[in-house]
């Protein structure tokens, strides 16, 4: 199971599939990674490296008592883009994953990042 820890030892569970230009999928609340999977294998079929994370208190990722918070979370996400080193991201959110997106390039910058796409559960592919 691929995890990266952040500097308060949270482990943090991502899906990395296909190779190509990478996308990043944050999910809403209160789900986790496999609730992109279908746009996941698209994506992936389709030419695109795909990375979906489990949010710190989600899914399994590391259940947190503190950080659960849009600071913390934009951080968290920070830090998987750094530990995967990808460039020219495509980030994508919906619900709590579409502040936790906004919340990173306020934060981050837009150095790695190629677009954000804001979404929503009534958005299909």
Request: no cysteine.
């Amino acid at each position: 199971m691929p995890t990266f820890t952040t500097p308060d030892g949270t482990d943090i569970h991502f899906k990395d599939w296909g190779r190509g230009r990478p996308v990043v999928l944050s999910h809403g609340w209160p789900l986790n990674s496999d609730s992109w999977e279908a746009q996941q294998l698209f994506l992936a079929a389709n030419g695109y490296r795909v990375i979906a994370h489990d949010r710190r208190g989600h899914g399994r990722s590391t259940q947190t008592w503190d950080g659960n918070e849009m600071d913390t979370y934009a951080d968290d996400l920070a830090g998987l883009i750094d530990h995967l080193d990808l460039r020219d991201v495509t980030l994508v959110g919906f619900s709590t994953g579409g502040g936790e997106v906004a919340r990173y390039v306020g934060r981050h910058g837009t150095g790695r990042i190629a677009q954000v796409v804001p979404g929503s559960t009534s958005r299909r592919w």
